[in-house]
Every structure is written in C-alpha cells, then in structure tokens.
C-alpha cells in the first residue's frame, strides 16, 4: 500500500507534494514524509501519523527544492514510527517505496557486509544502499538504478531523486501502480492520477516491469528489459475536487447520503430505461454457453460478489464459484474451460484480487470486473471492466461503491437469465423496474437517520454483536458486522440464521445485541424462528424488516422499519441501516471514522 508522489517543478515544490500526498491518505496514513534535492544534496522531513504531523514540522522546519519526492505510509515493515517513516535516503539518494521488497533481508546482509550502516527496519532501506552502493561504484544514477531492479524481488512502485541531480527522478514499477503526469516543463509522479489531478489531467501510466527517467522536459521509458517502449499518454478524468465532505461531518456520511445518486448512475449504465430491459456490455463471451462462473474479490467487495452468486444462481442457473482473492489462487481452483471469472474492487489495485485474475486469465478464462477506478491495473488487466459510477470513495470503509457494485451484479444476474432462458421479458421488466425504485427507497431510509443515533448509542456500549441474515441477507450480516468492527472497533460476527445453533448461540446472553436482517421474504419465518432461539436466551435483538412489528412474537429492543420491495432487491436496501448503524456508533464512540486504524483504502500488498 502506501502512497507515492514525486515532482520536477519550477520552483519550491514542498506544499504541492504535500497537497498531492493528502489525495493519497486514503492508501495508509501511519507516517508520511517529503525529500527534495537542495543544490548538491537531499534534505528530507518526517513525521510519524497523519499527514497533519508533517504539516506542522514543515511550517517550523521549511524544506526548499525544485524536486521531491513524498510518500505517506500504510506500516509492513518496521513500526509506523518517525525512523521508518518514507523517504528513506543515504548521502547520494532518496527513494519512496510501496510495496514489498521479498529479498530485503538478503540484499541488507549482503550490503551491510560491504560496510552500509543501516538505521531503520524497513525493506525500503536495502533499495536505498544497493543504488548508493552501485553509484559508490561509479554508475550514474540511472545506471546504478538500472542495475538495482535486476536484483529486486517483490511488488513495487519506487520514486527516486538524487543528490546533485536537480532535473532527474526515476521511477519504477513491478506490481504496483503508478503514474506519470505530464506538465509544462514539469512532470509529475503519483501512485495515481487522483493524486496528480490538481497539476495535470495528462497522464502516462507505467507497465508491468516499467521504469521512467524523468527530466522537466519529458520522460523516458524502458521495459523490464531495458528496451525504449512508448506508453500512451491518456486525460485523465479524476478530478482536483475530490477532497470536499460538503456539508458532511465525515466522507463516509457523505457517501452513505451519495447513494441513491451514484446507484441510479451505475444503474442507467446497464439498463435501457425507456425499454425498461438490461443492456449489458459484450463481455466477448456467449452468456448463452457460460456453464460456470467464478467470482473472486476481498473483503467488503467480496461480500457483494456473494450476494451476486445468490442472485446469479437463483435467475440465471448457473452454478457460481466464489472465493476470497487470497485463497483461491492459492489452492489452485480448477477453472472451467471457457469459463468467465468475475473479480470485483472499488480501487481496481487490490494486490490478492489483481494475482487471482491473472491466475484465472492464464487458466484460459474471460475476465471481467466491475470497478469504481476505471484507468485501475484491474480495469485494464481485464477484457472487460464494468464500471460502478459511484466517483470517488475517500472513506476509507466502503458504502456506496457496495452498493454500486450490487448494482452491476444484480444487472449481470439479469442479463445472464435473459441470455440463457432462465427469465422471460416480463419477468425482467418487473426486475428492472425494482431496480430503478431503489434510489427511491434508499432516500427514504436515509431520511429516518435520527432512529440510528439512538440504537448506535447502545451499540456503543457493546463488547460483541452478532449480525444475522438467510439468504441473500446473510452476505449483507457479514457485510454489516465488517463494517461496524472496522470503523468502531467493536468485535462483530456475521452468521447465517441457520448456522447459530451450531455453535455461536453460546456467545448469546444479555449483554449481546444481534441485528437481524430479515426482510418479509420466502425466508422471513425461518429467521424469525432464530431471533426467538435469541431471544429466549435474553439477547437483545435489533430487527432489521419490513415486516410489521405484530408478525414478530418476541420482543425487540428495536425495530428499523424498511420500506416494502421486491425480495431481489433488498440487498441493496438492507445494507443501508448496517453503514448508519456501523456510522454511528463510529461516532458516539469518537474513533477517526474515515482513516480507521490499521487500515488503508487501497491494499496492494498481499
Ligand atoms: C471494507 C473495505 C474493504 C475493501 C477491500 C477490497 O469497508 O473497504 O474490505 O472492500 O479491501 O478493496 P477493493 O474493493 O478496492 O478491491
């Protein structure tokens, strides 16, 4: 993870690359910290925590230069302290770094050996040596760098500047993104565009194995095996306003309130509201003849890719295998001739779900994704990429991207159905018409807000809750229980209704509250069924239905009612209270709700 920015300017570049590294907070927020080169050497200033801290060393302890580098960081190696912190530098270099250098511990041995002294636990610093040592040997800069990758093993994205070098950086990646951006006599680096929108909306992005030397007057690139390559340069769409809660306490408000706009965006993509019928994308696949499909992703967005394989089974018939990013590749899923893998991310740059499609890309399958990052390495690694126009998410624990996601999938469900037979036209429009009244519904629930504050305030005071839901619900339990342990650190537990007699009723007694998602559907009855096993052992329910209270025969220690809808659609609407929920409690609790700890928003390390 982490986040990178370098920049050749025209003049003082320290506030600029500040101002690009708080575009980047949303990859890791434990340290961060700027290099520059002042005429024959490099200075740097640190600062371990947010960003904030780094402001406020550099209004005491200025940094000048016309070239920096900058990196705000999410810890793997090293304790997020001021010592670890990025740009790492000897005498003759500076380097930021995300990513993972796999061999640090034996290029470190092998350097220290040679006499190199050094003064952090990050793997970062070997890269740091190895360039000094080969320059010590008196390769120029670019050789020495040159040199330095062919002994590198691992992921990583690496901005490096140099001492006396006014107008070079270099930049390289292996594993995780990185962009060039394009000024007039000056040129930018970032991990992203969104980090470079406030100074270019021309953007080169480097490939696999890529590395760039970089001047004011343009950029040079080489392939992993030194040859001259040209990368398009492409405009970029992220936009320079992207740092605005409007009048929101918190970006994660904003984007729960964000989301009947964003889903009837995404929605209008796939659907032909006129004809009231899908119009999917052509996935160069025959959604007749697909047998099988795979889905694969992690964490929140995986949750959607299980409520897809409900969806997907249930209308389309076709058998779905899913899998968390990080498992499947490794116990090496047998793939289906021919078959069409689905991965879902809302950065697009997730390290385990990024391997696990190039694992199913040379498994012979067609790959397709549905992400929020359209110019992301997963958009463009894919043969297809299905975009979520949820814009940008900056909380750092998902809302409207799920939801967003949610969206594609249950058009995918639709359009698969219609191409296999499974779903008549009828029954489709009456699918589509569900869908487009969920915006609707969403603005109600989000309307009665006011109820969650007063059920937050007794979450709060929870050591554990459990999250119950049958059916398509059950994802959205899990999905809920994420949510409210990521952002309020209260231990939370997702189960299917059905499971919780095998074991976890245990953890039930009267301290415990269970938030029940249970919409009146063909599964209503059984789950109420559970919530009395519940509530016979005193455990304080919270039910989630629009089912009217007299159709539940126990007693609830609160009730969210829901508006009525089709059962297809109630994923997208039930996982609404589960975020105010979790919100709320975020905030009686008074945890930093958009940069929870120990988290980033984008997670390219495996
Ligand atoms: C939780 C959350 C994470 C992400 C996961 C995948 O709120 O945001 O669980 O869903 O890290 O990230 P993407 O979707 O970027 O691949």
């Not at 003759?92 to 034996?106: A, D, L, Y």
């Not at 040596?129 to 120029?140: F, P, T």
């Not at 965006?265 to 003849?289: E, S």
Request: some cysteine.
């Amino acid at each position: 993870m982490c986040g990178i920015v370098g920049i050749l300017g025209k003049s003082s570049v320290a506030t600029d690359l500040v101002d690009a590294l708080r575009r980047l907070e949303y990859r890791g927020y434990d340290s961060a910290g700027i290099a520059t080169v002042e005429s024959d050497h490099l200075e740097r200033r640190r600062a371990e925590g947010k960003l904030k801290n780094l402001e406020k060393r550099l209004l005491s302890e200025p940094l000048a230069g016309r070239t920096g580098i900058g990196h705000t960081r999410w810890a793997t190696h090293g304790r997020p302290t001021e010592r670890n912190a990025h740009p790492h530098m000897t005498a003759e270099v500076s380097v930021v770094h995300n990513g993972i250098i796999e061999n640090f511990r034996e290029l470190r041995a092998d350097l220290e050996k040679k006499g190199h002294v050094f003064d952090t636990d990050t793997d970062t610093e070997a890269v740091v040596h190895l360039i000094s040592h080969h320059m010590q040997q008196g390769l120029s800069p670019v050789e020495a760098v040159r040199a330095a990758l062919g002994e590198l093993q691992g992921a990583f994205a690496l901005g490096i500047i140099f001492a006396g070098h006014d107008d070079l950086m270099i930049a390289a990646r292996q594993g995780s993104p990185l962009a060039i951006g394009h000024g007039s006599g000056e040129m930018y680096l970032g991990s992203d565009a969104i980090a470079l929108a406030p100074f270019t909306d021309s953007i080169t992005y480097l490939d696999e194995g890529d590395w760039a030397v970089m001047h004011r007057s343009g950029v040079e690139i080489y392939d992993r095996a030194g040859n001259r390559v040209d990368r398009p340069m492409v405009k970029s769409v992220a936009s320079s306003l992207l740092v605005d809660k409007g009048n929101h306490r918190h970006f994660m408000a904003k984007e729960i309130h964000e989301q009947p706009e964003v889903i009837s965006h995404t929605l209008a993509n796939y659907i032909d509201m006129a004809a009231g019928q899908v119009r999917f994308p052509d996935l160069g696949i025959d959604l007749a003849k697909v047998s099988r499909l795979t889905i694969s992703a992690c964490g929140t967005a995986y949750y959607a890719g299980l409520v897809g394989k409900y969806w997907i089974e249930q209308f389309a018939r076709v058998p779905v295998e899913i899998d968390i990013a990080s498992e499947l590749r490794y116990r090496e899923a047998p793939l289906p001739e021919g078959g069409l893998a689905v991965f879902v991310s809302q950065s697009g740059e997730t390290a385990d779900t990024l391997a696990t499609l190039r694992y199913c890309k040379a498994g012979g399958q067609r790959i397709a994704s549905i992400v929020n990052v359209r110019t992301s390495t997963i958009a463009r690694e894919s043969h297809a990429a299905l975009p979520t126009l949820a814009g940008p998410e900056i909380g750092v624990a998902s809302t409207k991207a799920f939801t967003c996601q949610l969206s594609v999938l249950a058009c995918l469900a639709l359009a698969l159905g219609r191409a296999r037979g499974t779903i008549s036209e009828a029954k489709e429009q009456e699918m589509v018409k569900a869908l487009m009244e969920v915006p609707r519904h969403i603005s109600s629930i989000i309307r009665n807000e006011q109820q969650f504050v007063a059920i937050a305030q007794e979450l709060s005071k929870a050591r554990d809750v459990l999250y119950l839901g049958r059916g398509t619900s059950y994802p959205i339990a899990l999905e809920g229980a994420l949510k409210l342990k990521e952002i309020s650190y209260i231990h939370a537990e997702g189960y299917a209704a059905g499971e919780l007699k095998h074991g976890p009723i245990a953890l039930i007694d009267e301290n415990v509250p269970v938030i029940v998602v249970a919409p009146e559907d063909a599964l209503f009855e059984k789950t109420v069924s559970n919530m009395q096993e519940v509530a016979a052992r005193g455990g304080k329910i919270i039910l989630i239905s629009d089912a009217p209270a007299d159709k539940v025969s126990c007693s609830l220690a609160a009730h969210i009612e829901m508006p009525t809808s089709v059962s297809f659609t109630t994923p997208l609407l039930y996982a609404v209270p589960t975020q105010l929920l979790a919100y709320h409690t975020a905030v009686v609790m008074g945890t930093d709700v958009d940069q929870p700890r120990n988290l980033a928003k984008s997670v390219t390390v495996e």
